[in-house]
């Protein structure tokens, strides 16, 4: 390949590293510490303490209020699901003893 003459592309005295200015430096130096502050652990949050001072208040009951008998009502159903219990296995026996095959 032949060099032309006042060609930036082949000229073999072409400098790659310009010479750093302060202006470039500054900003090297900035993003050095920019970097630097990306990988800093983060400000811990200062612990602040509350104090509530409120007096205590006696709770009531309001005047429509209902007691319900949750129990009664838990019992009731659990016997009830037994006894829907009771009569699928009946059932199902009932399908193996007819039938020798289980589902």
Not at 25 to 46: D, H, T
């Amino acid at each position: 390949p032949r060099r032309m003459e006042g060609d930036p592309f082949f000229s073999s005295s072409i400098n790659l590293q310009p010479n750093p200015t302060p202006t470039m430096r500054v900003l090297a130096i900035l993003a050095l510490i920019g970097g630097a502050a990306a990988f800093a652990p983060a400000p811990s949050a200062s612990s602040r303490s509350v104090s509530l001072n409120a007096e205590t208040a006696e709770w009531t009951a309001p005047a429509e209020w209902k007691e319900t008998d949750f129990e009664s009502k838990i019992k009731k159903l659990e016997k009830e699901a037994e006894e829907r219990l009771d009569t699928k296995i009946d059932e199902l026996k009932r399908n193996v003893a007819s039938t020798g095959k289980s589902d």
